[in-house]
């Protein structure tokens, strides 16, 4: 059994969720979700700084998490975007997004095959419709900045992209060859699936996220829903903060099993292995 590491005399199975440090009950500071090491608050501290006044962004950054935020004004946007250009073309955008520019942006396995590589990162930020986007928007916040509070804005940005191209890999390779696909599920997927992954590391129950989990994938065989996507961003997102938790402080290790990760991905989206 693992001792603390500012006491070894004291076996323990608790770690601090930042850096995965062996903590005694001494040691244990409460943190959102599990316990966080002297050294983590010690840094968290020092890096605190009290503002005169702040503003509603700084306020909605520290609540929801900045990189979450962002993530979600993107996907906004593009949803505006597509919506006047269904406007334009006659259609109605509170019904649907289809519209010349979503034909533009959504990824089909034979357009990638034919060079068009900026697809899979464009669809991924591409909704098909209003409920489509509110659903998996709402998703993002509820998770991803429960996720970044874990994970920290750097490697949650790293899961959460790279789960986005594992949804694509998956599509690539199993999906409809000349179907068009669109939306951030994938990527939301992934983050569920890294979830999973830290609540592992953490040793706390997991019934109610594989509840969850269990239930959207029953979702994903409703037809128009992409089973494929879904399940290839849920692997990669795993995976993506299995290595990063391995490797824990070790950037040059968590890199480089990162990098590994990536490039097996873009083997099998680019590599005309289908």
């Known amino acids: 059994m693992p001792t603390c590491y500012r006491h070894p005399d004291r076996p323990t199975r608790i770690s601090c969720v930042r850096c995965g440090r062996p903590i005694c009950p001494e040691c244990m500071n409460s943190a959102s979700v599990g316990f966080q090491c002297p050294e983590e608050i010690a840094d968290a501290r020092r890096t605190v700084r009290t503002p005169r006044r702040t503003t509603g962004m700084r306020v909605a950054g520290r609540r929801w998490g900045t990189v979450t935020l962002v993530l979600i004004a993107i996907n906004v946007a593009v949803a505006v975007a597509t919506a006047v250009s269904a406007l334009l073309a006659g259609g109605n955008p509170v019904r649907s997004f289809a519209s010349p520019l979503t034909g533009e942006l959504l990824t089909a396995p034979v357009l990638v095959d034919q060079g068009e590589w900026w697809r899979v990162v464009t669809s991924a930020f591409t909704h098909a419709s ?18 970044e509070r874990m994970l920290g804005k750097g490697r949650y940005l790293t899961v959460y992209l790279v789960s986005a191209l594992g949804g694509a890999a998956s599509l690539q390779l199993f999906g409809s060859y000349v179907g068009g696909v669109v939306g951030a599920s994938g990527a939301i997927y992934g983050l569920l699936g890294a979830f999973g992954v830290v609540l592992v590391r953490q040793k706390q129950d997991l019934r109610g996220l594989l509840t969850l989990l269990a239930i959207n994938l029953v979702i994903s ?17 795993a995976a993506t903060a299995a290595v990063l938790l391995w490797a824990r402080r070790r950037t040059a290790l968590a890199a480089a099993g990162v990098a590994a990760l990536v490039a097996v991905l873009l083997l099998l989206t680019f590599g005309g292995i289908r």
Not at 130 to 147: T, W
């Open 130 to 147: 209003l409920v489509h986007l509110a659903l998996n928007m709402l998703a993002l916040l509820l998770f991803g900045s429960e996720l």
């Open 221 to 237: 065989l409703l037809p128009g829903v992409s089973l494929l996507g879904h399940l290839g961003g849920l692997v990669a997102g």
